[in-house]
């Protein structure tokens, strides 16, 4: 018998995992695939490493900070800031037809650029900044509001708002065409007010310590490792059927693999109303490069771009990818220090949003001749709001929602879960709780805070 269970071995399930094992729980994470990771996972392609999901880990705040969530999350698993080794970006931008707006982690910047290209916008962003200053993340009534609407009421510059809305639906938002004003707060927290960072050793370094300190406290993973059911007996989980046939009991459970995901496992799901599952998924190409993307004149870290004056977020319906709009990463484009070095090689990621549908329904000899097809075709979208990098590729990769739903086993290949999200973690059974994504926190640092706040309010209490 197990004090907890945790279903995924991705940052919110280790997270828990960690914090409750300091306190001499007996705690099994359960991880489906042969390795950990979940949404922010790694692996080795032809001689090269390449990160899953990691563009930048958001909410940074400079070694020795006493707030925010990145410094909570240090206390509460008690690492030290160079168990991380995080570096700063070099600086992004949001770029729309003939308008940049630069941003790094400080936001004056920000300010400064809305002062100079929306010279009458400067007081509602100010005003913005205040509304937002006291957010609490848990408070349910803003994640029934809708973002344009509240922006617009603040800032009558249609472009600005779209401006301000592309990069935060990018890197957090499961609904489509609008953002709740919760789900608004925080990622305007995490990208605007604190900022981006990342390992030169990429996702890895902090997955690997995690695991680490996890085994190094009793903690037990276990690896190929799906559960296939959660026992429901008198209204409690009881425990999980293995999908090799092996059952576990526990006193609680904890899954981190998604509102729907979690309700379908449960025994009694037949007898509650079915939550609805995410639309959005995504592509992402991989070029690397014969060269850094600053020798060829590309020295931002993340490009949010979009190609008129109106930001659409939504699945395609007549196409596998919509690459009217995107993400451009170059993981080169970091403060890495002299000690550090640089990454061998360059790097130039490129995300579209993707039709699940279309990619998943491809006859097995389709697929791999429409992934060559897309690759170019998000390439020549992208090059439209950064130097033409193509004649410099040297090795390319690519994953599509098909990708993501086979490592991940998110309905739809849904990268952000469920549009409504579980603030408190609870499900319909008393001892069954979720973190990650559909509790409401995204990102790295989300994921591992959902994780340690699950653990603290439901499973250090009693």
Sequence with gaps: MYDTLIIGAGM?????????????????????????????????????????????????TPKGAKKGPLARLLRQLR?????????????????????????????????????????????????????LADYDELDGALFQLSSRKILSELIDEPLLVEMLLCPL????????????????????????LEGFARPLAGVRLILKNMVKRFRSLGGELKLRAGVERIKVENGRATGVVLEDGTELAARRIISSAGLVETFRMCEDSSRVAAPAPGALSFAESISILDRQPQEMGHDRTIV??????????????????????????????????SDEGQLPDGVIRITSLASFDRWTTLPDEEYPVQKLRWYDRMAASAVRFMPDFRHRVIDTDMFTPRTIRRFTWHERGAVYGAPDKRLDGTTHLPNLFLCGNDQGYVGIVGSIVSGITVANRHCLQD
């Excluded at 922010?40 to 032809?46: K, P, Q, T």
């Excluded at 953002?179 to 925080?186: D, L, P, T, W």
Aim: charged share 20%; proline share 2%.
């Design 12 to 60: 919110s399930g280790l997270a828990a995992g960690i914090r409750l094992a300091y306190f001499d729980q007996r705690v099994c994470i359960l991880e489906r695939h042969h390795t950990i990771g979940g949404l922010n996972s790694f692996y080795r392609l032809r001689g090269r490493d390449y990160d899953v999901g990691l563009h930048a880990l958001t909410n940074f």
């Design 79 to 131: 690492f030290q800031w160079e168990d991380f080794s995080l570096s700063q970006q070099i600086g992004s931008a949001i770029r729309f037809p003939g308008v940049e707006l630069r941003f790094d982690n400080n936001i004056e910047l920000l300010e400064s650029e809305i002062a100079g290209r929306f010279p009458g916008q400067i007081d509602g962003f100010r005003k913005l900044q205040q509304r």
């Design 169 to 192: 639906m990018w890197y957090g938002n499961a609904c489509q065409h609008d953002m709740n004003f919760g789900m608004f707060s925080v990622m305007f927290r995490a990208i605007f």
């Design 304 to 337: 949010f771009y979009n190609d008129s004056d109106r930001f659409h977020w939504d699945s395609p319906s007549d196409e596998l990818l919509d690459v009217r709009t995107g993400v451009i990463c170059s993981p080169n484009n970091y403060q890495y220090g």
